[in-house]
């Protein structure tokens, strides 16, 4: 194992884990990068560590400056991270519907959390245009200076997965990767790793995994930004053409219902002791939609993006998925104990 001077240098280098019941299915490899093993349990350690570099690197981020972002819970905790270890501060606008669990971590973090309604996009309110003006002002006023993270159109959040997960993944599977997807966010993610990959083989083909209620999959397989239905997943889910989504194009596109990405998280639990967010029953529907469309025999990987214990108020929680009309498998419901236990 390797020796790092700081937490930063332990985010990334995550393993992939081989997701059998998906590959027995399909008879392709399907594997998970195992994101929730960054410093912060996610994804977006990647893209807060790359955001703050690069503001670090144009000259934008004096000692004590804030940083201000809006986000959906994971990004804010990764930017906190970072923050704390290179000695600045963060501000956080963050929409009231996330679960508590991520709130907990941003405060935990010591991140200063403004929860705001959720509202769409064009509404001048939501969270992001909220997090911009914020640090507008914040900027001006604050003595040690302010920026805006703006992980959505700020392409560092791709850049870090042109040169980190794209290249991993191309390693780890010794060249052999046939197929990527992944859900959006901002993008960065599915579009980064996309380029990196793509840059190492023309071969490789992309797919986007998108949750109902956003507008992608209509954008690519109709050519119209149109959203129908809504899910409960958090963190994804995208509306409109992003910086980081610019001059992006996948092979495949699927639109997944939350039924399908819950029970093959609860499955994951239950069979194979991997315990994931929702966005990960997203990415891995999709993956094993991919791997049939592409024919056994394929590699395909997808991203783990978060662990299950950031949505156990949620996910996990029998009274939340009757009241969404969801799936709730049995063993979700607290028992009593099967056995006696022998005291004396
Ligand atoms: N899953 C979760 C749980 C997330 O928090 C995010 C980030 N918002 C994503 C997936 C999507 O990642 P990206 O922003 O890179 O598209």
């Keep these: 194992m390797p020796r790092y001077n700081s937490v930063l240098d332990a985010i990334g280098n995550t393993p992939l884990i081989r997701l059998q019941r998906a590959s027995e299915e399909t008879g392709c490899e399907i594997y998970g990068k195992a994101e929730f093993l960054n410093p912060g349990q996610s994804v977006k350690d990647r893209a807060g560590l790359a955001i703050i570099r690069d503001a670090e690197d144009k ?5 004590g400056a804030i940083i201000v972002e809006g ?10 991270l970072v923050a704390n270890a290179l000695g600045y501060r963060t501000v956080i606008v963050i929409p009231e519907t996330q679960s508590e669990e991520k709130k907990d971590a941003l405060r935990l973090m010591g991140a200063e959390l403004i929860e705001v309604p959720a509202v769409p996009y064009r509404n001048p309110n939501n969270y992001v245009k909220l997090s911009g003006r914020l640090a507008e002002q914040l900027a001006r006023t604050h003595p040690q200076g302010a920026i805006w993270a703006n992980q959505f159109d700020n392409v560092a959040n791709r850049d870090a997965h042109v040169v980190t997960t794209a290249e991993e993944i191309w ?18 993610t599915l579009a980064g790793t996309a380029i990196g990959l793509k840059r190492r083989s023309g071969r490789i083909k992309i797919g986007i995994a998108d949750p109902m209620g956003a507008s992608l999959y209509n954008y690519y397989a109709h050519g119209e930004l149109k959203a129908e239905g809504s899910s409960i997943t958090e963190g994804i889910g995208q509306g409109r053409i992003t910086a980081n989504l610019e001059g992006f194009k996948p092979d495949f596109a699927y639109q997944i219902p939350d039924e399908d990405a819950l029970r093959i998280v609860f499955a994951l639990v239950h069979e194979e002791g991997l315990c994931l967010g929702g966005s990960s029953g997203i990415n891995i529907a999709g993956a094993i939609r991919m791997a049939r469309e592409m024919g056994p025999g394929h590699t395909i990987v ?13 996910l996990f929680n029998p009274a939340f998925l009757k009241e969404k009309g969801l799936p709730t498998p049995g063993w979700i419901e607290a028992k009593p104990a099967e056995f006696d236990i022998p005291f004396e």
């Design 59 to 63: 000259g934008l981020l004096d000692p």
């Design 71 to 80: 986000t959906a819970g994971n990004t804010g905790i990764g930017l906190a």
């Design 171 to 188: 390693h780890q599977t010794a060249g052999e990767v046939d197929g990527f997807i992944c859900a959006v966010g901002t993008g960065g």
């Design 302 to 314: 997808t991203v783990l993006c978060d662990y299950g214990n950031r949505y156990q108020s949620k």
